[in-house]
């Protein structure tokens, strides 16, 4: 598609309920990002994909969360038993691969946990 | 490890004036460096980067960001604001390793409000 695609845009959901976070990245984008934004907090690095090397799952705050991507494009964001430190917006990027490239972000999913 | 500080949180400058936004980082090697926008309910768009080479690098909206080695710096600056300048931005640090694009760590942000 023309730009990173994210749904759904807004997500309100109870406490301990498990939510998915949907991402399709730009066409022929290799590398997908996620990241967390809450607010005073900046972006928080969540996980990276790259083609088919192992993702860096490093910035994952917990065993809750977790991402696939299938087929190398569209990517999912799980988080299980949600919490209210949950809320937050979720972002993707994507770029192209083969170096330092400029990330081109989605628009955001808005969680709420109550 | 990477890591990138903004230490102004909020600035708040009158429209015609010049602005100055800080950004240190920490990285053990040449950085990657970007700049940044997020306007009110819009997602981030890139204003400028530094890969290598000159260390004055121009972006769009006639913003510019210079490369300090020595400062660890890279702040952006425009010489005239505009009301429509008036956003979120963010200073990011990446690594490219191993033939590949690692992720970037981001700053968290500099809120900027124009006085008219």
């Known amino acids: 598609g023309a730009g990173v695609s994210q749904s759904p845009s807004n997500k309100v959901t109870e406490k301990g309920k498990d939510v998915e976070l949907r991402c399709d990245p730009i066409?022929?984008?290799?590398?997908l990002y996620w990241y967390r934004q809450s607010l005073g907090q900046g972006l928080e690095f969540l996980i990276y994909?790259?083609?088919?090397?192992?993702?860096?799952k490093s910035g994952l705050p917990s065993d809750r969360f977790s991402a696939e991507r299938t087929g190398g494009s569209v990517s999912t964001l799980t988080i299980q038993r949600t919490q209210q430190e949950d809320s937050a917006v979720y972002l993707c990027?994507?770029?192209?691969?083969?170096?330092?490239?400029?990330?081109?972000f989605g628009a955001g999913s808005r969680l709420t946990v109550l | 490890a990477q890591s990138v500080t903004q230490p102004d949180i909020h600035i708040t400058v009158s429209e015609g004036a010049s602005l100055e936004l800080r950004c240190n980082y920490s990285?053990?090697?040449?950085?990657?460096l970007f700049w940044y926008v997020q306007s009110p309910g819009q997602g981030l768009q890139l204003l400028l980067k530094?890969?290598?080479?000159?260390?004055l690098v121009q972006g769009i909206k006639g913003f510019e960001a210079e490369f300090k080695r020595s400062q660890s710096s890279f702040n952006l600056r425009k010489p005239s604001v505009h009301w429509s300048d008036a956003a979120e931005y963010f200073c990011?640090?990446?690594?490219?390793?191993?033939?590949?694009?690692?992720?970037?760590?981001f700053g968290k942000g500099t809120k900027l409000s124009v006085k008219p």
């Open positions: 994909f790259q083609g088919n090397s192992a993702p860096d």
């Open positions: 990027a994507s770029s192209l691969a083969g170096g330092a490239n400029v990330l081109t």
């Open positions: 990285y053990g090697a040449t950085p990657y």
């Open positions: 990011a640090v990446g690594a490219f390793t191993g033939g590949s694009q690692g992720n970037l760590i």
């Open positions: 066409s022929g984008h290799t590398a």
């Open positions: 530094y890969f290598s080479g000159d260390t």
